[in-house]
């Protein structure tokens, strides 16, 4: 099972893959962070339909604060195989 099934208890499998990848912020956030937001999804939206390379994607994720962005990319990684091979 990923580790993103064993954490939500469900196999799921989202509409748009970029629900796997998106953050969100809290209505009490900064200018900054709710900026910070909107370039993380943007990001994600721009490797998934491969505008941007998966090097410039972690780039983007570790200067917008996103701690070990590589093992945020493992666990989407790592569930999309687990959704395959059992669909």
Not at 50 to 60: F, M, P, W
Not at 73 to 82: G, S, T, Y
């Amino acid at each position: 099972m990923s580790k993103i099934a064993e954490r939500t208890g469900i196999i799921w499998t989202p509409n748009d893959p970029l629900d796997l990848l998106s953050v969100d912020v809290d209505g009490n956030c900064s200018e900054a962070e709710f900026q910070g937001m909107l370039a993380i999804n943007q990001a994600g939206r721009d490797w998934l339909t491969g505008k941007i390379d998966v090097v410039e994607y972690l780039d983007k994720l570790e200067y917008y604060g996103i701690p070990n962005p590589f093992e945020m990319l493992d666990e989407f990684a790592e569930h999309v195989d687990f959704v395959i091979s059992h669909g």
